[in-house]
T-cell receptor, first 111, second 111 residues
Framework: DTAVSQTPKYLVTQMGNDKSIKCEQNLGHDTMYWYKQDSKKFLKIMFSYNNKELIINETVPNRFSPKSPDKAHLNLHINSLELGDSAVYFC??????????FGNGTRLTVT | QQQVKQSPQSLIVQKGGISIINCAYENTAFDYFPWYQQFPGKGPALLIAIRPDVSEKKEGRFTISFNKSAKQFSLHIMDSQPGDSATYFCAASLGANNLFFGTGTRLTVIP
């Protein structure tokens, strides 16, 4: 009964590959997010998705694309993976006047 | 531009001592100030939060002190325990908009 679940937990892949990370929330929240946490633990927002409105952090490369099949899901697709993409990616969700709930992260390693 | 500045980067405290982590923000329109706790291999989880209409909020051993005029807020952990060892993030947001996170503080409580 995890509130925000993401898969896989670990992802190891080679440079140039395309990969996806899935996220599902069962909290009924209307906004979902993707965050990137680098090796120094800094949390950087990548995307927020609310009622089919996508807000993109302008610093995120266009190789990253979120896709939301419905309100409870926000998947992250990454094309042409690079070494610098190695990080932990967190999915999160929130509604107005509710706290932000995070998943347990996907550790992506690009070799 | 870092919207929320956090210090110190790391903190070592003896068991039973007081842990203090400080944050400062820029945007005076921010109206929600949460603290998140993150254990290794897990996503950040909400610890305690405050709104700017109060100067202090206490939940068990955890207290937020808020100084609106100075644009600063801090987390105090009383009677620190080894189980409190984690990374702590302050954050700030306006309404239901995106949370801006501080850079994190790694707390180690020595038995």
């Amino acid at each position: 009964d995890t509130a925000v679940s993401q898969t896989p937990k670990y992802l190891v892949t080679q440079m140039g590959n395309d990969k996806s990370i899935k996220c599902e929330q069962n909290l009924g929240h209307d906004t979902m997010y993707w965050y990137k946490q680098d090796s120094k633990k800094f949390l950087k927002i990548m995307f927020s998705y609310n009622n089919k409105e996508l807000i993109i952090n302008e610093t995120v490369p266009n190789r990253f694309s979120p896709k939301s099949p419905d309100k409870a899901h926000l998947n992250l697709h990454i094309n042409s993976l690079e070494l610098g993409d190695s990080a932990v990616y967190f999915c999160a969700s929130r509604s107005y006047n509710s706290p932000l709930h995070f998943g347990n992260g996907t550790r992506l390693t690009v070799t | 531009q870092q919207q929320v500045k956090q210090s110190p980067q790391s903190l070592i405290v003896q068991k039973g001592g007081i842990s203090i982590i400080n944050c400062a923000y820029e945007n005076t329109a921010f109206d929600y100030f949460p603290w998140y706790q993150q254990f290794p291999g897990k996503g950040p989880a909400l610890l305690i939060a405050i709104r700017p209409d109060v100067s202090e909020k206490k939940e068990g051993r955890f207290t937020i002190s808020f100084n609106k005029s100075a644009k600063q807020f801090s987390l105090h952990i009383m009677d620190s325990q080894p189980g409190d060892s984690a990374t702590y993030f302050c954050a700030a947001s306006l309404g239901a908009n995106n949370l801006f996170f501080g850079t994190g503080t790694r707390l180690t409580v020595i038995p």
